[in-house]
DNA sequence: GGTTAGACGTGTACGGCGTATGCGTCCAGA
DNA sequence: TCTGGACGCATACGCCGTACACGTCTAACC
């Protein structure tokens, strides 16, 4: 019959109580811990680091924090903070779902590492604040909830999947040091190789008809209102 | 000008040479890794563990995978060789599409630790195989190849990104030692108590009106039949 | 106003990790 | 027959997350 402590971070954020005034607090390890993602990458976040950023010893930040997954838990609902959803909904919910669509593929490109925490969705402020904004784009639209959802979802969805795509070469890019070109330099003779030896007519197409360096930005709106076109044929259509 | 080993793991698989007979190769240290992964999580894979299993040495495992990375990328293109291509393409692109996507999402069903490796495209068989037998469902309709990557690519990268969020609330599990039911139990309090406080009118709304236990199989099947729409329009458009 | 329970920051230590390096051993090609 | 290189291994280094015990400070209580 003890009091457990709540299981839920969001519950167990504590403010000053009795004891030695904080110098240190869970939001600043949190920006800390953001900063050093972004400049050194997601491998290079640890707890060390982060506490000798703050000129602390690596112990103090679990008098905040609890664990490294409560702080990854703090670090993603942080950073959707910098989703700005100012004037949506506006009404039109095509552009409204595209705008946030694109919202959260810059989001990832900020923050490369975000996508590498497989979280269940978090229940912090922004996170809350993010799916109210993002249902209230698609209400009013004679849809039920799950409908709803099912639009919302969709596009963040294929969003989701499509900037991990992306940031899969980013991040790779930063293990290796080698940039895309470099890449291709390195990778080039074994093509050739495997298009000498092997039957692989698309590969041969994909390498000699592609594009050669298209714009990720293009490809992304034009498979985006691919997405949005399929959705709006639900609309009308409640089942 | 020293002859450097091929940067591609493809192309740096040996065979047999001078030297004792084998006791170890690269398939073999795969499967392991996959083995344990799918047992214990992708957190327990250590180069330590799978050279436990194999009962050798941590160190000989080096001999054969270059480094972790590597070793990866080794097991990412092996569990790409359980898809089920059978019958593909079919002649019906949508069909057959779908069909990928299912492959896809079953796959990582079956070995929930893919998703948690970021990697650029893999050069590996399996991989080539999957690109050319995904390239040839939507050839014949009368679009270039960049039309055809945007079919296929739609299609799979929506599939990622719900597969990733299925996965994220799997992996929760595994790690919490909590099934849902023990997750909602524990939020529960927490979420009463912001509904009380604070104006969260959609978070109420999936709580109250939303279907209680979604087949997961159904909302997949009904999304991606969304995105299909979508792409349909697409043909007889080729920009 | 004195006392004290509890918050705070820290030092030490444990068991894990990836992997660089150097060493004996074995065998195919010379 | 000789030998260079492939093979497996033991050791060691510098990281990691975090359990635990400790001294210190202060708000709340008598």
Known sequence: MADEPPPVIWARLSSQGRGPVRTLDYAAITAAAIALADEDGVDAVSMRKIAGRMDHSPMSLYRHVGS??????????????????????????????????????????????????????????????????????????GLDIDAMMDLLSTALQFTRGFVEQELGEVEAQRRTGLDFAGYQRQTGPFISQLLQEGELPYLKRLIIEAEDAPDPDVVFERRLAMVLDGLTARIGRPS
């Open 68 to 141: 490294k997954d409560d702080l990854t838990e703090l670090m993603y609902d942080a950073v959707l903070g910098e989703l700005d959803l100012t004037g949506i909904p506006s009404g039109n919910w095509r552009a409204d779902v595209a705008r946030l669509a694109r919202e959260i593929r810059r989001l990832h490109h900020a923050h490369p590492w975000i996508a590498r925490f497989g979280h269940r969705p978090t229940l912090g402020p922004n996170a809350r604040r993010f799916l109210e904004t993002g249902l209230a784009c698609v209400d009013g639209l």
